[in-house]
């Protein structure tokens, strides 16, 4: 069965800190794909990056980073120099590569507050 | 191009009542995903329809049904509610469920549901 663990409920920092949000995941499939999600006080889950099992090249884009570490079975995220504006629910998500099967398995979030 | 619309935004029922929540989806998309958020479960994934046609389920009784019409649009029902059944319920599009490539879901802002 799959699974996705976010061990971290909450995380408070000050603005302008670094912030790592942690992903682990749990499959038996050797193809699959992981996402992150941020969701904003308004509710709706914007998407962030999907990484394919077959790619495990970090990214960068802006502030943001991923490291995909199939090794440690972990997908983990980080803020630099985080702002106000970051402070959201943020949810790691993992889907089988199943011709026909568009099933998102989410961990249970992390809630980030940037403090000003 | 306009996002992932769900209507109505907030919903407010009685124990043993029926509601249909509907999705419509980013023009072009045909998968349709249905997630269920509560405090304590989390993001739990429903069912997912592509060319009218159910081809995946989550662990919900039967009383939580779904459907997806010629233009992609998709509803879903439940009927006898419990209370158990508040939940922000979220919509999910995504461009071709044939194209593993192409597996990001685009969300819409939710249906906030409250049994009464």
């Known amino acids: 069965a799959q699974k996705v663990t976010q061990a971290q409920t909450e995380i408070s920092v000050v603005e302008k800190e670094d912030v790592t949000l942690d992903c682990v995941y749990e499959t038996r499939d050797t193809t699959y794909y992981l996402f992150w999600y941020k969701q904003p006080p308004s509710g709706e889950l914007v998407f962030l990056i999907r990484?394919?099992?077959?790619?495990?090249q970090n990214e960068i884009s802006g502030r943001y980073s991923w490291n995909f570490q199939k090794s440690t079975s972990s997908f983990n995220f980080t803020i630099t120099a985080s702002q106000v504006v970051d402070s959201a629910v943020y949810f790691c998500a993992l889907s089988e590569a199943n011709w026909g099967a568009q099933k998102l398995v989410f961990g249970q979030g992390t809630r980030l507050t940037i403090n000003p | 191009k306009a996002g992932v619309t769900q209507t109505p935004r907030y919903l407010i029922k009685t124990r043993g009542q029926q509601v249909t929540l509907s999705c419509s989806p980013i023009?072009?998309?045909?998968?349709v995903s249905w997630y269920q958020q509560t405090p304590g479960q989390g993001l739990q994934f429903l069912f997912e329809y592509f060319s009218e046609t159910q081809r995946n389920k989550g662990n919900f009784p039967g009383r939580f049904s779904g459907r997806q019409f010629s233009n992609s649009r998709s509803e879903m029902n439940v009927s006898t509610l419990e209370l158990g059944d508040s939940a922000l319920y979220l919509c999910?599009?995504?461009?071709?469920?044939?194209?593993?490539?192409?597996?990001?879901?685009?969300f819409g802002p939710g249906t906030r549901l409250t049994v009464l």
């Open positions: 990484r394919n099992s077959f790619d495990e």
């Open positions: 023009s072009g998309h045909r998968s």
């Open positions: 999910a599009s995504s461009l071709d469920g044939y194209q593993t490539s192409y597996n990001e879901q685009f």
